[in-house]
């Protein structure tokens, strides 16, 4: 062979550095886009996060977990303290319409009257006293026409003093759990029974 062809087959010096640099530009490109075998889907690596950590690749969300049907004693707060909105707290109340009267319960599975409140109150985490004569003695005082849902009523029935509470509802009527007939129901302030036995309300909330 000639030494003019040898010449011309020595690869020029630019031609050599372009083609280095579009090699290296093609790796480059294959390991940023997929990993594992040729032929195989790409798949995303975790990027790299400063200080040698990698993100990892997103998981399934967490649920939240379920509010316990009870609050428990540390999560309760006193009512008074904290606002709730009455209505819904009578509307709470009228929920248990038809349960059962038992004396000292305070669970749908039967009621006595200050159980009836407190179970009420427990339901939006608020703390009241068990007994109708420390019931009588929380909140603020309320006149007969100052009286909205969610204040509570107090009667002199079996003893002097405040020895019976419902809920007020709204306009006449209140809820509460008696004992002559057995469910928690609905009554008129305005009664006879009722307004000759009415010693006063509170409010709590």
Partial sequence: MCEGMRGSTKPRPGATLAAFGLAALAALSAACASSGAKGSVPVPKPFPMPGGTTTAPPSEPTPAPAPSSAPTPDSRRAAGKTAVDGYALAGTALSLRGA??????????????????????????????????????????????????????????????????????????????????????????????????????????
């Fill in 100 to 205: 059962p009267y038992r004396n000292g319960g305070s669970d749908p599975k039967g009621f006595d009257c200050s159980g009836f409140i407190q179970y009420v109150f427990s339901r939006y985490n608020l703390f009241v006293p068990r007994e109708v004569r420390d019931l009588y003695k929380m909140g603020k005082s309320l006149k007969p026409d100052q009286l909205t849902a969610g204040d509570l009523v107090f009667f002199t029935t079996t003893e002097p003093g405040a020895s019976h509470v419902g809920m007020a509802i709204g306009g006449d009527q209140f809820v509460h759990a008696p004992s002559t007939t057995g469910v928690v129901r609905v009554e008129h302030l305005s009664a006879s029974y009722w307004s000759q036995r009415f010693l006063g309300a509170r409010r709590l909330n």
